[in-house]
């Protein structure tokens, strides 16, 4: 599974493996252990030497080699300080590595490299194929919420050989309701973006997840689950699940359409939207049938 990741600042590719004049040889049963730099801002090896003789034993010993840091040469551990008990087990080829609750809370760039450490350190040896992550035992999850799953060194790099830890913040104009429910509300969101998610699909899901500020208020049921996204031809079909039908607050039919349309809006390529539910595009939603394309309107916009 290629490791999928939201983006926390502006564009920045981590350097996972470095370069060949700042890597240093090993030899014997000496392997690689990847440290932070001073800045934080990559991965960098220095050459270890494992004492256990038993596989399970040398992953306990990186595990601390990589908790406790490098000795003296100005790079840092790769695994945060906040965290204060990991913990392991071994499963046929794979090992499942516990960081702990605190690592829920880590900051997202900061976790990534984490788990690329410990996935390209404990991958060098025999008899370990893939390393996966728990969070006081339960799996560790990506910001969809899904299950990560099992990771190879592998994962954090894309079919073309480019590192996948390409991180940018994207700026939303984001359409959210009014107090009283009957009109639209602009706001200017920064947030973080997973390239790797299409940026019409992006903006829906920032729609159901309600505005960040205070003087605005969700438009749409949070339960609603986006079956897809897709853009043809400057038309935008959004594709949710019923529950987009099941008001729960004040919102006008209105507010909760033009607030996905007007959204959208200003993606590159999209002129119009359609929303349909669960693939049917004959449904209404109060006086409004869902059938047609609706373009951006700004008449009902604060």
Do not use: W
Not at 90 to 103: E, H, K, N, T
């Amino acid at each position: 599974m290629r490791r999928t990741v939201i983006i926390a600042s502006v564009i920045i590719t981590i350097i996972l493996t470095a370069c060949s004049r700042n890597t240093p040889v090993i030899s014997g049963n000496a392997i690689y252990v990847y440290d932070l730099t001073a800045d934080s801002d990559r991965l960098e090896p220095s050459a270890y030497e494992p004492a256990g003789e038993e596989t399970s034993d040398r992953v306990g010993e990186l595990l601390g080699r990589l908790k406790d840091g490098p000795d003296g040469n100005g790079s840092r551990s790769s695994i945060p300080n906040e965290i204060t008990d990991v913990s392991f087990k071994s499963v046929a080829d794979s090992v499942i590595v516990d960081l702990g609750s605190a690592f829920a809370e880590t900051d997202i760039m900061r976790r990534l490299l984490c788990e690329a450490a410990v996935v390209k350190t404990l991958c060098q040896l025999d008899g370990v194929q893939s390393v996966s992550f728990t969070v006081d035992g339960a799996p560790l999850c990506d910001h969809l919420g899904e299950p990560v799953g099992s990771l190879t060194p592998e994962s954090f790099f894309d079919e073309d050989g480019t590192s996948v830890l390409t991180q940018e913040k994207v700026e939303l104009h984001l359409f959210f309701a009014s107090a009283d429910g009957q009109k639209l509300i602009e706001k200017t969101e920064t947030v973080e973006y997973d390239v790797n998610t299409p940026m019409d699909r992006f903006v829906v899901e920032n729609i159901i997840s309600g505005p960040k500020s205070s003087d605005a208020f969700a438009t749409v049921n949070p339960s609603t689950k986006i079956n897809s996204v897709t853009t043809l031809d400057g038309t935008c079909y959004v594709n949710l699940s019923k529950d987009f039908l099941n008001k729960k607050t004040n919102v006008s039919s209105s507010v909760m359409i033009y607030s996905i349309v007007n959204s959208l809006a200003p993606v590159e390529n999209i002129n119009k939207v359609r929303i349909l539910i669960d693939g049917d595009a004959g449904v209404e939603l109060g006086e409004y049938s869902l059938s047609g394309p609706f373009e951006r309107n700004l008449e009902i916009t604060e």
